[in-house]
T-cell receptor, first 112, second 114 residues
Framework: EDQVTQSPEALRLQEGESSSLNCSYT??????LFWYRQDPGKGPEFLFT?????EEKEKERLKATLTKKESFLHITAPKPEDSATYLC?????????????WGLGTSLAVNP | DTEVTQTPKHLVMGMTNKKSLKCEQH?????MYWYKQKAKKPPELMFV???????INESVPSRFSPECPNSSLLNLHLHALQPEDSALYLC?????????????FGPGTRLTVL
């Protein structure tokens, strides 16, 4: 069964303590892996798209990487404002199915 | 302008009411989406419009009725909803309905059905 799994479910860091979030997927025929940030009660904010293994993208303290089976979102020296839920979604194009498959997210809390 | 706007921000309605949610984007995107999101769950796709035509209906109950008046606007008409329909309703858009295109989300409408 095609699925996307994010770990850990929740993560608490001290300000400045770097860490990584994981998104593993089992879909075949990957057409894109998307990272979003979501604050409580708000819509997801687009962060990155990764298309092929070996690809990396960076934005401020965030860096996303992709392998054939998983993606990592590295957070370097996080600040309290990085606290949010980070969602991973995968798009594949098997037959007529054009949906995104979403992970359940990682809830990140950064303490000052 | 990379913004998707949604109105209203909050909506409380009874089970016999008729209301509408509105979404607007001015990025020239030709695909627009409605999602429903429950607490601590990822967004759940409801409808997709591609070039103003309904492309995907994820077996959504008929009490939800989407409408795409033009390429910038998307409505969701609500009628005879149930309390379990209370959720955050998200609108999103992408350049086209393409597996490679990222979707940009609006802030959502928090719907409460009494």
């Amino acid at each position: 069964e095609d699925q996307v799994t994010q770990s850990p479910e929740a993560l608490r860091l001290q300000e400045g303590e770097s860490s990584s979030l994981n998104c593993s997927y089992t879909v075949s025929g990957l057409r894109g892996l998307f990272w979003y940030r979501q604050d409580p009660g708000k819509g997801p904010e687009f962060l990155f798209t990764l298309y092929s293994a070996g690809e990396e993208k960076e934005k401020e303290r965030l860096k996303a990487t992709l392998t054939k089976k998983e993606s990592f979102l590295h957070i370097t020296a996080p600040k309290p404002e990085d606290s949010a839920t980070y969602l991973c979604a995968v798009r594949w194009n098997a037959g007529n199915n054009r949906k995104l498959i979403w992970g359940l997210g990682t809830s990140l809390a950064v303490n000052p | 302008d990379t913004e998707v706007t949604q109105t209203p921000k909050h909506l409380v309605m009874g089970m016999t009411n008729k209301k509408s949610l509105k979404c607007e984007q001015h990025m020239g995107h030709r695909a627009m989406y409605w999602y429903k999101q429950k607490a601590k769950k990822p967004p759940e796709l409801m409808f997709v419009y591609s070039y103003e035509k309904l492309s995907i209906n994820e077996s959504v109950p008929s009490r939800f009725s989407p409408e795409c008046p033009n390429s910038s606007l998307l409505n969701l008409h609500l009628h005879a909803l149930q309390p379990e329909d209370s959720a955050l309703y998200l609108c999103a858009s992408s350049q086209v309905e393409n597996p490679y295109n990222e979707q940009f989300f609006g802030p959502g409408t928090r719907l409460t059905v009494l």
